[in-house]
């Protein structure tokens, strides 16, 4: 027999992937050029040179070190690296044995949701919008997702739903700030609130509850927007972070876990996240990159073309007259489906090879998510195609 829980996940693509794929195949028939495809959060911007120079360095290396295995926690250097750049940057006491190299944030959090997850019955709580995959990855790994609704007015955290749902189960909160894919950056007295909530419901119910926070998209923010970092807030915080949003690698999988000293049981989860990780197979992070990390730790992403990009679409979609929700940070505009049906809007935009995700991949139907990780032509050649659809989308 075959899994079939796996069998169904396997034969169903995400709703994102699908356009992605779509998006290939009809480049093949129609020409790239003429295919708009505003559906993956896949970086338009280029590595920044030091991260290349890095890469040429060390492929000059023993290539039989540089591709060797590394220990399954990671290259202790690249951790001592990153423990000095989260003092630094955060004014965090981090160590290296806090830190533990994984492929990618994806793979941080399902590893971390599994250490974590001792139950059926065990809840993860996220708020709506949220990264889709957090469907398939709590339940992959044994827990159960609990969903709240936004405050769509603002898009912030709804702390008194949050402060409703939590229950005797609940282990963690997922947060995802800036937020994919509004964009949302969840702002410190939010988040004390948040913490003061979460603390309340601890002592309440007698065991810790974590926020398990998921920063691919922490640099990719807009004018004098701060993201604060969770660590600093609230003492029972796990950050799961990518460079591949920062740094422009998403295809090579390459973030790490932090769990700060302050956190319960922080002797207990470095080796539980280690031993989901030795379960899922996950033997070490890619060695040559975690080398790359090391030498480019510091490294910042250049905002410019994002920066431009957002603006561009922001303003000749509300020109059109859609609804955007204004960004702090990452590369999505959240859109209110002109029909208010968002599954109904992408599919007669597909037709017209514009290709963006319904909202209801992301708990919150009604609304698109329209990446402007893309060439600057490809806006400007998309955007009378966009007032087209919102007239048909519109008329009686």
């Known amino acids: 027999m075959i899994n079939p829980d796996m069998l169904k996940l ?5 709703g994102i992937r699908e356009l992605f794929e779509f998006a290939q195949q009809r480049a093949r028939i129609v020409g790239a050029d003429n295919v708009f495809d505003f559906s993956i959060g896949n970086p338009s911007v280029a590595s920044p040179l030091a991260v290349t120079d890095a890469i040429r360095s060390l492929l000059t290396e023993d290539p039989v070190l540089i591709h060797g295995y590394t220990s399954a926690q990671g290259l202790l250097s690249t951790r001592k690296a990153i423990a000095s750049h989260l003092h630094k940057v955060h004014g965090v006491q981090a160590a290296p044995e806090d830190i533990i190299m994984t492929c990618g944030a994806a793979a941080g959090v399902t590893m971390t949701i599994r250490a974590l997850t001792t139950g059926r019955d065990d809840e993860f709580l996220v708020q709506a919008p949220y990264f889709a995959e957090y469907s398939v990855f709590v339940p992959a ?11 769509f007015s603002t898009f912030d955290l ?15 909160v997922l947060l995802n700030s800036p937020n994919n894919p509004s964009g949302h950056v969840s702002t410190r007295g939010t988040l004390d609130k948040l913490a003061a909530i979460l603390s309340r419901k601890a002592d309440e119910f007698g065991h810790p509850i974590f926020i398990v926070s998921d920063e691919p998209y922490r640099e990719l923010v807009y004018g004098d927007i701060d993201v604060p970092y969770l660590p600093n807030v609230y003492a029972n915080s796990i950050v799961c972070y990518s460079y591949s949003k920062s740094l422009s690698l998403p295809g090579e999988r390459i973030g790490y876990v932090y769990v700060p000293q302050s956190a319960a049981m922080a002797n207990q989860l470095v080796p539980a996240i280690l031993g989901s ?8 992070a890619p060695s040559l990159f975690q080398r790359v990390i090391e030498r480019t730790v510091d490294v910042l992403p250049d905002l410019a073309t994002y920066t431009e990009n957002r603006a561009l679409l922001s303003d000749g979609l509300k020109a059109i007259g859609y ?9 999505y505009l959240f859109v209110k489906a002109p029909n208010d049906d968002a599954a109904a809007f992408s599919a007669l935009a597909k037709q017209d090879d514009v290709l963006v995700v319904p909202g ?22 998309a955007l009378p195609r966009f007032a087209r ?3 048909k989308s519109t008329a009686p």
Do not use: H
């Open 10 to 14: 396997g034969s169903t693509r995400s």
């Open 141 to 151: 790994q044994g827990g159960r997702l609990v969903t709240i609704a936004p405050d």
């Open 158 to 172: 709804n702390l008194p739903a949050i402060e409703q749902a939590i229950t005797k189960n609940t282990k963690a």
């Open 277 to 284: 990780a030795r379960a899922m197979g996950y033997v070490c």
């Open 323 to 331: 609804e955007v929700v204004e960004p702090d940070g990452a590369f």
């Open 360 to 381: 209801d991949a992301f708990g919150c139907p009604g609304y698109l998510r329209i990446s402007y990780c893309v060439k600057r032509a490809t806006i400007e050649r």
């Open 389 to 391: 659809l919102f007239e």
